[in-house]
């Protein structure tokens, strides 16, 4: 038997089992809005009911034009409960710790932000029904001034969306016909001779900045990596280390031969311990994201605030392939598996080899040679004072058309 009694209390209904058993909800305006304590009497029914009172307004209606707070309430089949789904998840439980935190920190900042300027309705409340593709292209937007970070929130959404439950996709991936930022970004910065040059010359030889510098010009070590390496690493003339990315889910033993170079700064810079790069202090840096921000410090000191770890490991990958690596040989140095990153390097450095091979080859049937020849001009030189580039060719550096 189920009926809606007043003892002191509005809205309570009271529900007895087929045991015998009195149970207690609140009940507004026909919905069920929480269960109550069984003891009707008590000190500890008289409170949760008040509170539970205090926290369903029925006759507040909110404002869609003012900015809401987060619900302690998490709506069945909206964008919220999608994201606790895909936090629950295999696919999620498996990714590095790290990686969840990350993930977990961009999702919870879309939670809070409202649909629109003229709406201050959260997406975390979004029926799952309503969202489209318009809407995570708001969410990608609203961090357009930086494309990387763009790139992580969509890449985070597609991650989201195909979430499965029993085998079986929750909503279609419509995060997947969303165009990323990628196309019209390249990322990190990539660090050229002339940046390390100055590094070295701001910090000086014998620094731990150089000896970081050092280790990841010749390795080509993520942060992460480049936190635990050291001596215990070392066989004789190679690192062979486990990396941190993907090591619980599809591992990657790298051999790296230690450059004779770096061989001679690790001799400057004997370790105490099992770590190359320490602290002030003799410790080895407690996280990753640590020592990410110290050598981004170093960068700073450096007057090159733009430049990263990531744009050392970028700048590395650059100068092997114009010295033309093969593909096989980046991803064995980097630990790639898929091929996609290393034909970015390359591919870039292939048509500039191709490019340069074209220009040698211009012909014109020879009419510019006679761009060479001038009567205007003093022998031996152009008009800008510069040599006439009939020395040029004749010392060989221009070729003469055929």
Known sequence: MTDVVEIEYPYVERNVTRHGKARYYLRIDG???CRLPNKIDSEEFQKEYWAARKAYQPDAAPDPAQPQTLSKIV??????????????????KTLDVTTQDRRRNIIEAMWEEPLSTNDGRLFADMPLSAMDVGNLEVLRDRKKEKPFAADERLKTLRQVFDTKKDG????????RLVEPFRQQSDGHETATPENLAAFIAHHGVKSKAV???AIQMFTGLRVSDLRVIGPQHRRKDVFKLR?????????VDLEIAIHPILEGVLAMHPPKGLHYLVTEFGKPFNSAKSLGNRISDWWRQADMPHLTSHSVRKGLATDLAHEEATDSMLEAMFGWKDGKTSKIYTRNAERARLARQSVARINWDGIGNLLLASDDVGEGETGN?????????????????K
């Open 243 to 251: 990396l941190f990315k993907n090591r619980n889910r599809t591992p």
């Open 31 to 33: 919905k069920r809005i």
């Open 168 to 175: 079986k996709p929750i909503v279609a991936n419509i995060a």
């Open 211 to 213: 000896l970081y510098l």
């Open 75 to 92: 709506k069945p089949n909206s964008f919220r409960w999608l994201c606790l789904e895909y936090m629950g998840s295999i696919a999620f």
């Open 385 to 401: 004072g510069l040599p006439h580039l009939s020395e040029s060719v004749a010392a060989g550096a221009i070729p003469l058309m």
